[in-house]
């Protein structure tokens, strides 16, 4: 039996680590689907708080975060935070925010100075599809 243990263990990580790989980024985005902001863009200036308004093409749906649907995802909105690893569920933090309920609008509060936004685009999971949808990163300044 104490031969078998490290097989047990190496066939036991082997099997955890193939459902999550296999498990990240295989949700499949439609060609050409992309996702936009609609009420702001790269250098504006804004005063805090503020409306951030999200778009998608009409190639894809939004939905609910739990909401297993083919071509449908929700948004995500990165502030001041590169784009997250699309291998990864997104961090739900301060600086990644989760519209769950199929939001496609959030009002921000943020200090004076400059910031970045990007929006991405998620599956159910909160991985990026298996090619991901995202925005340009844009620099707004909040006076």
């Not at 996702?35 to 308004?53: A, G, R």
């Not at 935070?81 to 569920?89: D, G, I, V």
Request: hydrophobic share 40%; glycine share 6%; charged share 15%.
């Amino acid at each position: 039996m104490k031969s078998m243990l490290p097989l047990w263990c190496v066939t036991a990580s082997a099997l955890v680590l193939g459902v999550t790989l296999s498990y990240a980024g295989e949700t499949p985005s439609v060609d050409g689907t992309r996702v936009y902001f609609i009420n702001i863009k790269h250098n504006d200036q804004v005063e805090s708080p503020f409306l951030v308004q999200l778009g998608l093409s009409e190639q894809m749906g939004v939905a609910p975060a739990a909401a297993d649907w083919p071509d449908t995802g929700h948004h995500h909105l990165v502030i001041n935070s590169p784009t997250p690893n699309p291998n990864k569920s997104i961090p739900k933090d301060k600086v990644h925010l989760h519209l769950n309920m199929g939001q496609t609008e959030v009002t921000l509060d943020l200090p004076p100075g400059q910031h970045t936004l990007q929006a991405v685009f998620a599956d159910y999971a909160h991985i990026m599809h298996e090619d991901p949808i995202v925005s340009d990163t844009i620099t707004i300044t909040v006076k």
